[in-house]
């Protein structure tokens, strides 16, 4: 079974810059996760998709971040402009949907690092 | 609010030394789960254990055991014999227990391990 698939790997922009991260999770994960992992920190939830709805996007700073999940499949995330601080690993990861055993199949994309200069 | 503490920050030991990474968690739902993910230095979360808040069973999988106490919030990580292949960073999540949308995970700080020879 193919992975969490993110490109890309690595990325390097000057602030103000916009900057735009993709994400293909595994086939038949309907639950699709934004995670950003500052240097030091543990990941942080972004925002959640449930097929191509958003369930949660409480700590998406919006007036600069935007994603999106056309089709229910792959998904993508933005950032226009981008700061000094949005300077980190940025994780993908899908599950399925449902009952409690979804957890299980919580799998993490290998992310896509970003620094702002 | 969900929450998740590791107080240590960074663990050094010699190889085969036992260690115990430590996790205590706050959450108000009475049900929820809890897992640990090992981050290697390549950078991918690599799912290391799920134990449900109504199974205070210990776990042992290896040379890792897990000590979930409900009473003190606690759900701490023993590497037995540890290897220099096991340094990494460790992290303690937290999640609902929803029989619904899967439910995103709240990470804690991380410990980072470093094992020598």
């Known amino acids: 079974e193919a992975g969490v698939a993110q490109s890309p790997r690595y990325k390097i922009i000057e602030k103000r810059q916009s900057v735009a991260f993709w994400c293909n999770p595994i086939s038949g994960h309907a639950t699709l996760y934004w995670y950003q992992q500052i240097l030091g920190q543990g990941p942080k939830l972004l925002i959640q998709f449930q097929n191509n709805g958003v369930v949660d996007d409480s700590q998406l700073p919006k007036d600069r971040f935007s994603a999106e999940r056309l089709k229910g499949v792959d998904s993508t995330l933005k950032i226009q402009p981008a700061k000094l601080e949005d300077s980190a690993v940025y994780l993908c990861a899908s599950s399925l949907a449902g009952n409690s055993d979804s957890n299980y199949g919580y799998t993490f994309g290998s992310g896509t690092r970003l620094t702002v200069v | 609010a969900q929450k998740v503490t590791q107080a240590q920050t960074e663990i050094s030991v010699v190889e085969k030394e036992d260690v115990t990474l430590d996790c205590v968690y706050e959450?108000?739902?009475?049900?929820?789960?809890l897992f640990w993910y090992k981050q290697p230095p390549s950078g991918e979360l690599v799912f290391l254990i799920r134990?449900?808040?109504?199974?205070?069973q210990n776990e042992i999988s290896g040379r890792y055991s897990w000590n979930f106490q409900k009473s003190t919030s606690s759900f701490n990580f023993t590497i037995t014999a540890s290897q220099v292949v096991d340094s990494a960073v460790y992290f303690c999540?937290?999640?609902?227990?929803?029989?619904?949308?899967?439910?995103?995970?709240?990470f804690g700080t991380g410990t980072r391990l470093q094992v020598t020879l």
């Open positions: 134990r449900n808040s109504f199974d205070e």
């Open positions: 959450t108000r739902d009475t049900t929820y789960y």
């Open positions: 999540a937290l999640s609902e227990a929803n029989t619904g949308t899967a439910s995103k995970l709240t």
